[in-house]
C-alpha cells in the first residue's frame, strides 16, 4: 500500500508541475519564448494567496481566486512591459530579458517583504483522511487534485470551446493569418500570459498549502521542473504539460520511495537529457524541424 | 473602391513597392500579374494592413486605410487569401470557416454564410470535421477563400490561388472566382498564371521589380506584344 501513497503523493506533486508548465507551454505556443519568469509568478502567487488568508482571514477558494486575478494582472503587465517591446528581436534578447525579469521579481519581493520564509496556517483545509481501499488519502491531497483538475479542464474549455481559445490557437498557429481573420494578436498574446499566470497562482497557493513553507526564492526549483515538465510533454502542446508534470511528479515520488530521496531533484534533469536525447519534440510532439 | 496612390513600401533597406498607383472599381475582376519576386504579395500585404507603406495613401471606399490595423480593414469590408493559403491546420474546416467571422456577432448571418461557402464549395461540407492540414492543396485552397468569405467582404484580394494546383483544379477555382464576383463581391486577383488571370479579369496590371509597367483592359493586356513574350509563352 506504500506504493499507492507514493503515486497520491506523486499525482499531486505532479499536478503542481502541471499548473505551471501549462503557462510555460503556453506562452510558448504563441511568442516562442521560455518565460523564465514564470516560477517567479508561481512565487508571488503564493505569497499572495498567503496574505490573503493570514491577513484577510480569508479561506482557501477566496484566496486561490484573489491569487489568480493578481498573478494574471502581474502576467500581463511583465508581458506589456518587457516582452511586448522585444517581439520582433532576436530570441536571445527575450531570453536573456526574461532572466532580468525573473531576478527582478525575486529580489524585488526581498526588497519588499524580507527574505524569512512563511508557513502556510496549517487549518485552512481541515486535515482529516479518508480510507479508500485500504489507502489513507489526505483531504488535502484530495482537495489539491480535485482543484488541478478543475483548472485543467477549465482550460481545455477555454481553448478549444471559446472564442477567445480559438483566437490563441489561430495566432499560435499562424500570427499573420490570424491577423488577416480580424484577431487583435497583441490582445490575444496578453490573454495567454494572464490564462498562463493565473494557473501559476493557483499551483503557488495550493504548493503553499500542501508544502506549507513559502519564500521568495521559491519559484526556481519548482519553475525549471516545470519547464522541463512543458519539454517533456512536447513544449507548446496543452496537453503534453499536464501529462509531463503529473509523469515527473510521479518519477519524482517513487525514486524517493526507493530510497533516493538525495535523487529526487536530480531526477528532472536526468529526465531533460532523455527527452533532449531520444525524443527532442517531447512525447505529444510531432518529431519534425521546427519551421522557420 | 479602392485606390493606391503611389505607395513606397520597404523591408529595411530593400524597396520592395516603388510608388505603385492601382484603382478597383466596385464589381470589378482586377488582375495583377507579375514575376516571382516583383512584389505582388507585398502590394497586398499592405492593402490588407500586415505591412506599412512608408507614404502614399490606400482609400478604401473614400476611407484612407494605410498604415491602419488589419483587424480595422477587415472590418471594413476587405479581405485577403494569403499565398500559401495559410489554413490553420491544426484545427477543423469549421472552426477555420467560423474564425473568418470572428469579427461579426450576427449569428443568422453567419449561419446564412456557412451554408453558402458550403455551397459554394460541397467538399468543404463533406469535409467540415476534419483536420484542415489533412486537406488536400485543392481543398485548401477552398477553405482559404471560404474562410475569406464567411467576413462577406466587399473586395476579396487573392494570392496566386492556382499555385501548385493540377490544371483541372485550376479551371474550378477560377470558375468559382468568376461565381464569387457575380454575387457581388469585388476581386483583386494575383497571379503568375496570366493566361487564366486574363481570361477572368475584366481588367490587368502587371507589375515588375516594384513598379507598374503596363495596365489596361484584359483583351488589350492579351494583345499586347510585350506581355506575350514575357508572360504568356511567347508566339
Ligand atoms: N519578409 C521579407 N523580407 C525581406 N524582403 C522580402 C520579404 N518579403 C519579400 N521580400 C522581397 O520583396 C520583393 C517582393 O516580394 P513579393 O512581394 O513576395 O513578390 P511576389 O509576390 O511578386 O513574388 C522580393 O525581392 C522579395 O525578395
Ligand atoms: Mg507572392
Redesign the interface.
Known sequence: MEIIQQLVNGVSLGSIYALIALGYTMVYGIVKLINFAHGDVFMVGAFIGFYSITVFDLGFFPALLISMTACAVLGVLIERIAYKPLRNATRIAALITAIGVSLFIEYGTIFVRGAQPEAYPGNIIPAKSIEILGVKISTQSLLILGTSLFLMVLLQFIVHKT?IG??M??VS??M?????????VNNTISATFAIGSALAGAAGVIFGVYYTKIEPLMGIIPGLKAFVAAVLGGIGIIPGAMAGGLLLGVIESLVSAAGFSLWRDGVAFVVLILILIFRPAGLFGKNIREKV | MLKINDINVYYGNIHALKGVSLDINEGEIVTLIGANGAGKSTLLKTISGLLKPKNGDILFQGQPISGKLAQTIVKQGLSHVPEGRRVFSNMSVEENLELGAYLRKDKQGIREDFEKVYQLFPRLYERRKQLSGTLSGGEQQMLAMGRALMARPKLLLLDEPSMGLAPLLVKIIFKIIEEINQSGTTILLVEQNANMALSIAHRAYVIETGNIVLSGSSEELNQSEQIKIAYLGGH
Request: hydrophobic share 45%; no cysteine.
Open positions: 472564442k480559438k483566437a490557437r489561430a498557429h499562424d499573420d493569418a490570424a491577423r488577416l481573420m480580424g484577431i487583435n
